[in-house]
């Protein structure tokens, strides 16, 4: 049955193709989703119906998202009826929300701006999903406001979920300038300081080099671990320059710290 129903997915008109959102098989989901968008904007209204409407299949919700996000590239202002969404009372709505919304990284900077102030608040979600997606869209979309969210949701996470603390970091090296990161680690507590390491390491920043000598060994060997490993050539000499105080117990760092000399 499924078979025969994915030959003639092609010859169904889109109310039919709507109810094939929720349907069990993916395969049939996915190809009534990719029929939809090859229908154009024309199909963003009942999409954005099916999207929006609490209770309905979450399959069929999350399926009408990703296919809004597909138009957007097309038409970025569809993005908005996203935005609302990051307010839904379903978790994964409002993560996929977010994530979807991270294909707006191209549109202009008052709609980067306003979808960015969107994600913010959930960057305190109860859902670690949609804290997670929240803070990668905000690097995506480079919203600078988000610094101190971030920087918030690096500190509540104490590095106890790894997934969170890298989003926390993407979205940090996505949103702010590295001499901002460096500013703000001079107030910040460890696990904001180490989000801070990875973010300045995904920038290639040479200004990871003033973490090296951080009170944390463990922002202190990230900040070598990174200056070796991305690579960041500039930033050898000051790498080279802390062997004599590296512990002996501290191999990561000694290895590259001896390797830049």
Avoid at 111 to 119: N, T, Y
Avoid at 122 to 143: E, T, V
Avoid at 192 to 221: M, Y
Wanted: include cysteine; charge should be positive.
């Amino acid at each position: 049955a499924t078979h025969k129903l994915l030959k003639r997915i092609a010859t169904l008109d889109i109310a039919e193709l709507l109810t094939h959102l929720g349907h069990a098989d993916m395969r049939v989901r996915l190809a009534a989703q990719r029929q939809i968008v090859a229908q154009g904007e024309s199909s963003s209204t009942p999409l954005v119906k099916v999207a929006s409407t609490p209770g309905a299949n979450l399959l069929a919700r999350l399926h009408a998202i990703w296919a809004i996000g597909e138009l957007s590239d097309g038409n970025p202002k569809l993005l908005d009826h996203l935005a609302k969404l990051c307010a839904d009372s379903e978790p994964e709505v409002r993560a996929q929300a977010a994530k979807t919304l991270g294909r707006g990284a191209t549109a202009d900077n008052s709609l980067r701006h306003a979808w960015g102030a969107v994600f913010v608040p959930l960057l305190a979600d109860a859902s670690p999903r949609a804290r997670a997606f929240a803070a990668i869209s905000l690097g995506k979309l480079a919203h600078r406001d988000a610094l101190a969210g971030l920087l918030k949701m690096a500190r509540e996470n104490a590095d106890e979920d790894p997934a969170l603390r890298h989003a926390a970091a993407v979205g940090l090296a996505g949103s702010q300038t590295p001499e901002a990161l460096i500013a703000a680690a001079r107030g910040a507590g460890k696990s904001e300081r180490l989000a801070i390491a990875v973010a300045l390491g995904r920038q290639k920043s040479p200004l990871v080099a003033e973490l090296l000598g951080d009170a944390a060994e463990r922002v202190q060997t990230e900040a070598a671990r990174v200056i070796w490993d991305a690579p960041i050539s500039t930033a050898y000499e000051r790498l080279a320059a802390v062997l004599p105080g590296v512990s002996p117990s501290n191999e990561p760092m000694l290895r590259r710290s001896l390797a830049a000399n």
